[in-house]
């Protein structure tokens, strides 16, 4: 067996090992015929230069040609084979000879020299994958091109995910186990949810999230905004604000003169407002009330989004920042091993690395952990949640402010100089980020499962 | 401009005038040999098909890379569309030689021996499970409409 027929019987039983297996080992030649292998004919299968050809496709007569054959012999011009497996392998199948009755095959081998550059191969695979969408995920960072195959899926104890399918349904899902969340990593590093497909987002659930972004996408939050603060013109229902000034308005648009507490039209009034005030003084505490309520809704919404927000924008200057310390720590390492090459190695500085990981991992988790607490109920256990936020916080800024100097134009020339003299401390902080990251983790989904913590569905 | 395959082609339609198919006559053909009328008698099956049936073939740029487009034809008066479990009241016909598993060595004249065929080999009087439905939806011609292969035993 050469490797190209390994190839071709893989490609025929679908990329099944086992089932490659059995049928092999059950009847092996009548898997080399359904794979349209053939071992016994002499003509070779290939490429041949020929003077004289008479093609039976395109009826041309040629005086010179290249054309190709499987060991079957049938022998046609390359232009017609060519756009014969051109039109082919857009299927995803094994390719088999142009004459129907002829059951053998193309080897993948021919359709490129190389098998990373295989079209055969590539059509394959994409129509394994696309076959199988519930079992393949690809990553969704932005230029990545990262592919997660799940192997088995597994809830949290003994349980398993039997379909996969499941995890459709946890997207939806009011469950708060944050345990069952099948955060994975893609081949390039990119940590994402298997589930909805958004980077990692615990300590949120997934429907936490869907709502959030909807929330945060939504313009209700400036309706909320429009409607606490401001009152519709009675006239012409342009919204305005009161900024200060007594509570005789003039609309700037429509040039309405009305009351600011009843609406009324000033004319009215004359010159004696307090007639107004008394008159309807229980109508504007209910409205008032009403407005006051929107009012604080939205500032605790804002809180919370600003936070998410700032930690988002930071998250994309830091990552800004660490492209440029990796450059420096690049360029000086390459120096360095010209002039003396035992001092520092790779290993030396694989902190850095780890730091780079561990800082954006812990905006993320930070960025997170503001919607979750927007959906949080108020109580005790809440703020040891908060408290252990704010610690998280405390270290990732610091992190982020070290890397920040090194890029600081003032240190120009001195940058790594600061990591090795700084390396204690980075190394220190980054140990202390994850491990901070992974008590707020287990604060949040312990919290959940004992009911010491609970969502408000807003 | 002529067809990138233009000898074939050409090739293809001295050999069908040359009427060599028992029971297959190429009626019409327009003058750049893309579009060919074909009237077909079913040799042996009387029962089912007493009257012969008629066919339109038509090239595309892509033939014979691509299959061509096939259909019965009904001509009030004169030609009916034949009642078989793949071949639907508008004429479309659901053949896996006219879909996956066309290859460029096949021809025109295979395709027209295994329609004659499968009307030979036809013992139900009866149109496709789905016929109403693809029938109301039906493009122009068949192959873009994505057949479900119902049965391949008939």
């Given amino acids: 067996m050469d490797f190209d027929e390994v190839l071709m019987m893989l490609h025929h039983c679908k990329w099944q090992q086992e089932e490659l297996m059995d049928r092999f080992y059950d009847n092996r030649e009548k898997l080399l015929a359904d794979c349209g292998i053939n071992k016994s004919n002499d003509t070779v299968c290939g490429f041949n230069h020929v003077s004289s050809f008479s093609c039976s496709i395109c009826c041309e007569d040629y005086s010179a040609v290249e054309t190709f054959s499987l060991s079957c012999g049938h022998e046609f011009c390359i232009n017609c084979y060519g756009s014969y497996v051109r039109t082919e392998v857009t299927l995803g199948n094994l390719i088999r000879c142009m004459i129907p009755s002829c059951n053998l095959s193309i080897p993948h081998m021919v359709t490129h020299g190389e098998y990373s550059h295989n079209v055969l191969l590539k059509a394959a695979t994409i129509s394994h994958i696309s076959g199988r969408k519930v079992n393949y995920k690809w990553c969704p960072a932005p230029d990545c091109d990262g592919l997660v195959h799940l192997l088995k899926a597994r809830k949290t104890g003994q349980s398993r995910l039997e379909d996969v399918n499941e995890f459709e349904e946890l997207v939806d899902s009011e469950s708060a186990d944050l345990q069952s969340i099948p955060i994975v990593l893609c081949p390039r590093d990119h940590e994402f949810c298997y589930a909805c497909q958004y980077e990692n987002h615990l300590p949120c659930t997934c429907l936490l999230v869907k709502r959030w972004i909807k929330k945060c996408n939504d313009d209700s939050e400036t309706v909320n905004w429009i409607d606490a603060n401001t009152r519709a013109c009675p006239s012409c229902t342009a919204s305005i604000e009161k900024n200060g000034g007594c509570n005789h308005m003039t609309c700037s648009t429509c040039k309405h003169q009305f009351c600011w507490i009843c609406l009324g039209e000033w004319s009215l009034h004359g010159t004696n407002y307090f007639r107004c005030n008394s008159f309807s003084s229980d109508m504007k505490e209910q409205i008032g009330e009403q407005k006051k309520v929107k009012r604080e809704s939205l500032q605790r919404y804002l809180h919370y989004y600003k936070r998410f927000a700032l930690h988002e924008s930071s998250m994309k200057g830091d990552i800004k920042t660490l492209d440029k310390v990796h450059q420096k720590m690049s360029i000086f390492m390459e120096e360095q091993s010209k002039t003396n090459p035992n001092i520092l190695s790779w290993i030396d500085v694989q902190f850095l690395q780890d730091a780079f990981r561990a800082l954006t991992s812990g905006r993320k988790t930070l960025k997170w952990a503001y919607c979750f607490g927007f959906y949080l109920q108020k109580g005790n256990y809440a703020d040891v949640f908060e408290q252990i936020q704010e610690y998280l916080s405390r270290s990732v800024e610091d992190l982020s402010k070290i890397f920040e100097q090194i890029i600081h134009k003032d240190n120009r020339g001195k940058s790594t100089a600061i990591i090795m003299n700084q390396k204690l401390d980075i190394m220190n902080l980054s140990s202390l980020i994850t491990k901070r990251r992974k008590t707020l983790m287990e604060c949040a989904s312990s919290g959940l499962a004992d009911g010491l913590l609970k969502l408000e569905m807003l | ?154």
């Avoid at chain 2, 029971?23 to 089912?48: A, D, P, R, Y």
């Avoid at chain 2, 793949?86 to 004249?109: M, Q, R």
């Fill in chain 2, 1 to 154: 401009m002529s067809h990138p395959f233009y000898k074939r082609i050409l090739k293809e339609y001295r050999s069908l005038q040359k009427a060599t198919l028992p029971g297959i006559e190429l009626v019409s053909n327009n003058e750049e040999l893309s579009e060919f009328e074909f009237e077909m008698v079913v040799l042996n099956n009387h029962q089912l098909y007493k009257e012969p049936v008629k066919l339109i073939v038509k090239l595309t740029d892509e033939y014979p890379v691509a299959p061509p487009k096939v259909k019965f034809l009904q001509e009030v008066g004169a030609y009916d569309i034949p009642m078989h479990p793949h071949v639907y009241s508008n004429g479309h016909i659901c053949l896996n030689l006219l879909g996956n598993d066309w290859t460029p060595a096949c021809s025109i004249e295979s395709i027209l021996l295994s329609l004659q065929s499968m009307l030979e080999s036809n013992t139900k009087q009866e149109r496709p499970p789905d016929d109403a439905r693809y029938v109301r939806y039906a493009p122009a011609y068949a192959s873009a409409s994505g057949f479900v292969y119902h049965d391949d035993s008939v």
